[in-house]
């Protein structure tokens, strides 16, 4: 019996299958052992062709678009917008800070098939006007910041008594510690991969701020990592890189690239204790770092006392200290900070500035004098300032 090569059509989905079987055995069943996330490390792959076709950018150069944005009328003046300047990618939201899944999934039988709100409605369709414009398509996916599965799936989250813990802004977290609360994301993940979405993002990959001063009153399950003879420190460093990993292998069948969001000051420190974010080794074991360096999200660091004054400053001494800590890797992921297009009005009076044209291409100015091409623009509205010249 020798190898054969057979396409196999399954809904809008093509998969190449190269492996030793009888044409006759070429059916739904054996797509569905194909694809099992237990494959054996020397079983045969099959390459996912989603049948949308998208160029990597010569840099990426990109928004943040909301599930409602993406669903709704504002995604067509969103998309001119991009196409009309030097802006080339969108991160749409797939799973989005609560836990809601924004699309509606072409699968009937999806298990995330009517979870929280399916703002995009017909998500091909979204792709496609994409695809024309040459838009480079990222999926955001929420992981650990789950409000809804929390509520859910009490057993996945962190108990306060015998409610779900919540933090000061009413938000819930699921457990990092927990291999079921990886394959749910990673399915997601998988779902956005099969509409066309060429990488997936994902964000709040980490335990709530803090945790390491409530880890004590809170009632969770430590799955695999309980006997480690190691601290909770590296307990929650270990299970946050491992998630990654996990995540990166997983998707490798579908030909996407894998990006992490990460606190800027992650990279400052040897590692972030109380969130398990250690900057290093999540870099190990993604294709894209995009650290979130927004001037207003720091305090005094850089000897800069009042960072949101001063972008240029701040982004320059940050990707000084990034190329850095990317140097000491054997293979260092691309960088692609997110910068700052809001203003920090919360900071109150003498702390913050308007952010407009001139803040926004200081930003980028800055990361460009130390050789880093790409970066996305965070606006929680999706309002991006008009006027800026993106490759300055």
Not at 145 to 151: E, I, P, V, Y
Not at 263 to 281: C, D, H, R, S, V
Not at 323 to 337: C, D, I, M, V, Y
């Amino acid at each position: 019996m020798k190898p054969m090569t057979k396409w196999l059509m399954t809904g809008m989905c093509m998969f190449l299958i190269q492996q030793p079987v009888h044409a006759e055995s070429m059916n739904e069943t054996r797509y569905v052992a194909l694809e099992s996330k237990e494959l054996p490390e020397r079983a045969p792959r099959f390459v996912f062709d989603s049948g949308l076709k998208f160029d990597y950018p010569d840099a990426v150069r990109g928004i943040y678009v909301t599930g409602p944005a993406a669903g709704g009328n504002k995604f067509n003046e969103l998309i001119k917008y991009v196409d009309e300047t030097d802006l080339n990618a969108m991160v749409i939201d797939i799973k989005d800070d609560w836990g809601n899944v924004t699309y509606k999934s072409e699968d009937p039988d999806s298990p995330y098939a009517g979870i929280g709100k399916d703002h995009i409605k017909n998500p091909k369709e979204m792709l496609g006007k994409m695809e024309d414009k040459q838009i480079y398509p990222i999926a955001r996916v929420v992981v650990f910041k789950d409000t809804l599965l929390a509520k859910e799936k009490p057993e996945w989250s962190f108990l306060d008594g015998k409610k779900v813990w919540e933090n000061g802004r009413g938000e819930s977290f699921v457990n990092p510690f927990m291999k079921e609360v990886w394959d749910y994301n990673v399915g997601i993940a998988i779902e956005a991969a099969k509409m066309g979405f060429k990488e997936i993002q994902f964000d709040y990959v980490r335990f709530p701020e803090g945790f390491e001063k409530k880890e004590d009153e809170l009632k969770y399950n430590m799955g695999d990592y309980d006997e480690a003879k190691i601290s909770h420190t590296a307990k929650r460093v270990q299970a946050v890189t491992d998630f990654v990993s996990y995540a990166k292998k997983q998707l490798e069948p579908y030909g996407v690239d894998v990006s992490v969001d990460i606190f800027g000051y992650a990279a400052t420190l040897p590692e972030a204790p109380g969130i398990g974010q250690n900057f290093t080794k999540i870099s190990e074991n993604v294709d894209v770092i995009s650290s979130m360096i927004y001037p207003s999200h720091w305090t005094s660091y850089f000897g800069i006392e009042k960072p949101d004054l001063e972008p240029y400053d701040l982004v320059k001494e940050y990707a000084k200290l990034e190329n850095r800590k990317l140097k000491e890797l054997e293979a260092p992921p691309t960088s692609r900070p997110w910068l700052q297009d809001f203003t920090a009005s919360y900071l109150g009076a003498g702390n913050y500035q308007k952010y407009g044209k001139e803040e926004v291409e200081a930003q980028i100015k800055a990361l460009n004098e130390n050789g880093i091409d790409e970066y996305l623009l965070w606006n929680a509205a999706n309002r991006y300032t008009k006027g800026v010249d993106y490759t300055p």
